[in-house]
T-cell receptor, first 113, second 111 residues
Framework: GENVEQHPSTLSVQEGDSAVIKCTYSDSASNYFPWYKQELGKRPQLIIDIRSNVGEKKDQRIAVTLNKTAKHFSLHITETQPEDSAVYFCAASSEGGGNKLTFGTGTQLKVEI | DVKVTQSSRYLVKRTGEKVFLECVQDMDHENMFWYRQDPGLGLRLIYFSYDVKMKEKGDIPEGYSVSREKKERFSLILESASTNQTSMYLC??????????FGPGTRLTVL
């Protein structure tokens, strides 16, 4: 089955700096890669996703890049703000799996003022 | 606006009890999922369902079963609760290969 590894497990940045979280996956058939943000005490919510037919996707301060050859994808947050502090999860899914997602173990991002 | 609800936010049960966790979604999603979330382990899939009466094992199905009699409702059953099943349980639903919408979670404590 799919295996997703996520690094780092914790990340501390100064407000205004960039943050990068990296994930690798094992199943070359995976073609959908979402990122979820979970604030303390809240449910995970999708912030951005990418499909295997594109290499990069941006949404304001958030971007995701995908390298299918190397089987890794990354989340980039620019101009970080205190409200970006949360746990971020990457995930991977293959189309034939009924949208079965395999999640990474999460990254606790802390944005310090 | 998609709404996924779970029957309880907090639940305390005793070892050996049968436990039912219920999840309801209101967006006619065909896919529904049950995860457990533990610190440092992320979200691990217990079971999922892609249609009524259909179920598939996830990565950690041992000790759990599920039921999906209606499209909007997906139940997780712990036949005989054990202390190692103390965890946060999250339900989710989705259309095809797309965004999964999560419920608020049930924090289960087994004493």
């Amino acid at each position: 089955g799919e295996n997703v590894e996520q690094h780092p497990s914790t990340l501390s940045v100064q407000e205004g700096d960039s943050a990068v979280i990296k994930c690798t996956y094992s199943d070359s058939a995976s073609n959908y890669f979402p990122w979820y943000k979970q604030e303390l005490g809240k449910r995970p919510q999708l912030i951005i996703d990418i499909r295997s037919n594109v290499g990069e996707k941006k949404d304001q301060r958030i971007a995701v890049t995908l390298n299918k050859t190397a089987k890794h994808f990354s989340l980039h947050i620019t101009e970080t703000q205190p409200e970006d502090s949360a746990v971020y999860f990457c995930a991977a899914s293959s189309e034939g799996g009924g949208n079965k997602l395999t999640f990474g173990t999460g990254t606790q991002l802390k944005v310090e003022i | 606006d998609v709404k996924v609800t779970q029957s309880s936010r907090y639940l305390v049960k005793r070892t050996g009890e049968k436990v039912f966790l219920e999840c309801v979604q209101d967006m006619d999603h065909e896919n529904m999922f049950w995860y457990r979330q533990d610190p440092g382990l992320g979200l691990r899939l217990i079971y999922f369902s892609y249609d009524v009466k259909m179920k598939e094992k996830g990565d950690i199905p041992e000790g759990y079963s599920v039921s999906r009699e209606k499209k909007e409702r997906f139940s997780l059953i712990l036949e005989s609760a054990s202390t190692n099943q103390t965890s946060m349980y999250l339900c989710a639903s989705s259309l095809q290969v797309d965004e999964q919408f999560f419920g608020p979670g049930t924090r289960l404590t087994v004493l």
